[in-house]
């Protein structure tokens, strides 16, 4: 069995009072490409507008890896728990990461 690849990779961290995504931005991916989320904290958890996978779940808790499977714009918003703490931090008012997914080969 051949191993499975992770195009993209976005860890979740919290700076100061807010969760930062590194990346926020992933423009340029394609359907089939795979995604996976990381965060070294307690807990994290990504919301999605305009779910861009082919997997069911409409929120991200794991580090599961994912796989784009539809196309056009999409947002997303991270949330994480900091070790030792009980208090989930969100991205600052207004901001968000974002991407669009293309057909392959485009």
């Known amino acids: 069995m051949l191993p499975t690849i992770v195009k993209y990779q976005v ?9 930062v995504a590194v990346p926020k931005a992933l ?7 795979t995604l996976q989320f990381s965060s070294s904290e307690e807990a994290f958890r990504v919301v999605f507008e305009n779910w861009p996978f082919k997997e069911s779940e409409t929120e ?12 056009g714009p ?7 728990t900091p070790k030792g703490e009980s208090k989930e931090l969100a991205y600052a008012a207004g901001s968000g990461g974002n991407g669009n997914v293309k057909p392959p080969g485009k």
Do not use: N, S, W
């Not at 423009?27 to 490409?33: K, M, S, T």
């Open 60 to 71: 991200v808790t794991t580090g599961d890896l994912l796989t784009f499977g539809r196309e």
């Open 27 to 33: 423009p340029d991916v394609a359907i089939g490409d």
């Open 11 to 19: 860890a979740i961290k919290p700076v100061g009072e807010y969760a």
């Open 74 to 80: 999409f947002k997303f918003f991270c949330y994480v």
